[in-house]
């Protein structure tokens, strides 16, 4: 196997990305959800710290680049269809969405199939105005 060839286990898509859980080592929440390609998973491994591939920029994005709230990773994982990765990490800041919460995932579905609605259920910790510059 080749120097990188860890990488190619990977069932990269079509684009040449893969599905990144990221969560929370020390509680075990979800915090967001993302892509990688093989660079950023390289940089994340050489940084030690989660740099993502951003599909709506389309380029390499360095968590926390802008507001310092960065992933430290504690430990990368694959399925076992190798074909999604979860990254444990440690969270700086405690703030890992750019809506200034501390998961992305902070809104809940409440009610029924005929009534549902999606609550939000967890506070803003920082005005995303004063995270961004």
Known sequence: MSENGWLEKIRWNEEGLAPVITQEAATGN???FAW???RA??????KGEAV???RSRKKLWHKGEES??????????????EDVLLLRVEQVGGIACH??????FYRQFQGD???GQWATVEPVLKDPEKIYK
């Open 113 to 115: 199939v005929s009534n």
């Open 30 to 32: 979800i915090l967001m």
């Open 41 to 46: 998973l390289e940089q994340t491994v050489q």
């Open 36 to 38: 990688m390609n093989r």
């Open 68 to 81: 310092e709230h960065t992933q430290k990773v504690i430990d990368i994982r694959i399925d076992c269809d």
């Open 52 to 54: 993502y591939w951003s």
């Open 99 to 104: 809506t200034g919460r501390h998961s992305c």
